[in-house]
């Protein structure tokens, strides 16, 4: 299986529309696909469910069916990454990894751990490669032959913790200076985060648990084009 992220820290650049529309084509083309929404924005969990269904997913109290519900037993110290709860499309051909907007309160977390699996701190491995492990499990039990993973507009601990799981990176761009700024912040930190990836792949030898190569390997830039925007049509 390969693992595909759409990932920029400039926002408004069609990643989450990008992840959602190839997810619905790769399916067509016969593919088994997970749709992991790691944006604790969560965007592409509402391109798919209606708020009704939301409202279910996201309860004020017990237990989310989403990627929160997975990780937070790990986060809150009272077990590991759980069954992930997914939702189902097209034949079963389509499987969504829920987002949740809690997903935010991880990131002191996720910025601690880091440094000490350096240590060989087991749990600090478990932590960082929760997402990884997440959407391994899914992507198992659906059988899936590919899982598109859409990210935030940023370079926090989150976003690294999730490209950990990625083979390879599409950077969706806008035809603008903001985008080009982007990229110049991109391509030194998904260096930095390979090289860091492999000092602590060397320092977790010992781990009893599978860690996740983060080849993150740029597949391309895809430049958004809109004919119509605002409601007036553009050049492209």
Known sequence: MKTIAFFNNKGGVGKTSLAYHLTWMFAERGLRVVAADLDPQANL???????DRLETLWPDIGLRSTILGSIEPLFDGTGDVGTPRVERFYDNRIC????????SKFEDDLSQSWPRCLEGHQRSFRVTTAFFRSVTIAASEHDADLALIDVGPNLGAINRAAL??????????????????????????LRQWRLDRQHRLEAGKGISFPLPKGEMLPAGYVMMRHSIRLDRPVKA
């Open 45 to 51: 969990t509402s391109m798919f469910l209606d708020e």
């Open 96 to 103: 969504l990894f829920p987002g949740d907007l809690g997903m």
């Open 164 to 189: 950990l799981a990625a083979d390879h990176v599409v950077i969706p761009i806008g035809p603008d200076l903001f985008s080009l700024q982007g990229l110049r912040n991109l391509d030194p930190t």
